[in-house]
């Protein structure tokens, strides 16, 4: 079992900046996939972004590649998306989520658990 609470979420003008942050407690955190999934108002759950185990390899939606990087500190237990260029579509609850398979995965029902998510809203 690992408990997941994500930070850093707010409002924010287009054009800026946002550091989220998920910290992990429970289980080694460095045996779980890491990933941050986004919800807008009226729709799906869609992924953001996704990282291994080691943080060597990392993966983006295309809609935030080149904007968004993904990162982890395994010695923090936690996982950050650092979001730069941030557009008013970006306006969305964004979530953790840990998974113990071995690949990072676009679909939600892949990934075992989940934060409580945190609202960032980008001003236009």
């Known amino acids: 079992q690992v408990q997941l609470v994500e930070s850093g979420g707010g409002l924010v003008q287009a054009g800026g900046s946002l550091r989220l942050s998920c910290a992990a407690s429970?289980?080694?955190?460095?045996?779980?996939?890491m990933a941050w999934f986004r919800q807008a108002a009226g729709k799906e759950r869609e992924f953001v972004a996704g990282i291994t185990r080691s943080g060597g390899n990392t993966y983006y939606a295309d809609s935030v590649k080149g904007r968004f990087t993904i990162s982890r500190d395994n010695a923090k237990n936690t996982v950050y998306l650092q979001m730069n260029s941030l557009k008013p579509e970006d306006t969305a609850v964004y979530y953790c989520a840990a998974g113990t398979r071995a690949l990072v995965t676009t679909s939600p029902s892949r990934y075992d658990y989940w934060g409580q998510g945190t609202q960032v809203t980008v001003s236009s």
């Open positions: 429970g289980r080694t955190f460095s045996s779980y996939i």
